[in-house]
C-alpha cells in the first residue's frame, strides 16, 4: 500500500488580479480551475497506469493481473473491427468466465466492469449487428453476456489508458469486479487550498493546495484479467 501527496502552488500577481477585476473576470476562478484539471488528470494517470515516481501501478498495468491473448476470429485475426458480433461475444464471455472461474465461483466475484480503448468502443457502439438490424454490437453485448445471464451487471466503459496497453503495445481489454471488496483507492485528504499568503518581494499571493491519495489496491489478484490483442 503506498500513498502520495499532490501539491500544487499558485502565485497571483497583483497587477494581474487588478486587470480581471477591471474586464469583470475571476483570475483566482480561472487558476483554480487550472489546479482541478491538473489533479484530475493526476488521479487519472494514478488510477489507470499507477505513477513511475512512486512505484506504483493501475486498473491497466497490474503485474498481478492475468494476461491472455484473444483468439482469432475467421478473419484470421484478433482484432475487433475484424470480428463478427458473436466472436466479440465470445471474446467477453470468455473472460468473464475465467474471472468467474478463478474466484471459485463465488456469485459475488464475476466481473462486471470491462475497459476498453476508445476506438473499439466507438466501434461496438456504432456498428449493427447486421446490415438490416437496429441492434448495435454494444447492445447485443449487453444483452447477452455472461455476467447478465447469470443475474448480475456488466458494464462497458472506454479509456485511452488501454490503446497499446497490451503486450507488443497491442489494445488491451481489462476485465474486473468494480467492488471495494476487490479493488479499491483511498482518496485520504481530498484536493484543499491549504492557505495563501502576501509575497512583497514579488508582489502576488501565493496559494498552497495539497492531497493525499492512495495507490490503486487489488485485494484478490483473481479478480482482475487482461486479454490482449482486441
Known amino acids: 500500500y503506498k500513498a502520495h501527496v499532490f501539491a500544487a502552488a499558485l502565485r497571483v500577481m497583483f497587477q494581474d488580479m487588478q486587470r480581471a477585476n477591471y474586464i469583470g473576470r475571476s483570475l483566482d476562478n480561472l487558476l483554480q480551475d487550472g489546479v482541478r484539471m491538473a489533479y484530475d488528470k493526476h488521479m487519472d494517470a494514478n488510477v489507470y497506469v499507477g505513477l513511475t515516481d512512486y512505484g506504483t501501478t493501475g486498473l491497466v498495468n497490474n503485474p498481478d493481473a492475468t494476461e491472455t491473448t484473444a483468439a482469432n476470429g475467421a478473419a484470421g485475426t ?6 463478427t458480433p458473436e466472436e466479440i461475444l465470445k471474446d467477453v464471455n470468455d473472460a468473464l468466465a475465467a474471472g468467474w472461474a478463478a474466484n471459485e465461483y463465488d456469485e459475488t466475484a464475476i466481473p462486471n466492469h470491462i475497459l476498453i480503448p476508445y476506438e473499439q468502443y466507438l466501434y461496438i457502439m456504432t456498428t449493427k449487428v447486421t446490415d438490416l438490424a437496429t441492434e448495435t454490437i454494444y447492445d ?68 498552497a493546495y495539497m492531497s493525499n491519495i492512495s495507490e490503486v489496491q487489488i485485494f484478490y489478484p483473481t479478480s482482475i484479467s487482461y486479454v490482449d490483442g482486441i
Open 140 to 207: 447485443f453485448l449487453m444483452k447477452n453476456n455472461a455476467a447478465t445471464k447469470a443475474g448480475g451487471d456488466l458494464f462497458i466503459g472506454a479509456t485511452r489508458w488501454c490503446k497499446g496497453a497490451g503486450t507488443g503495445s497491442t489494445d488491451r481489454m481489462v476485465v474486473y469486479n468494480n467492488d471495494r471488496r476487490f479493488v479499491k483507492m483511498d482518496e485520504l485528504v481530498p484536493l484543499s487550498r491549504i492557505m495563501s499568503a502576501p509575497n512583497v518581494a514579488n508582489v502576488c499571493y501565493d496559494t
Open 78 to 83: 484478433a482484432t475487433w473491427a475484424t470480428k
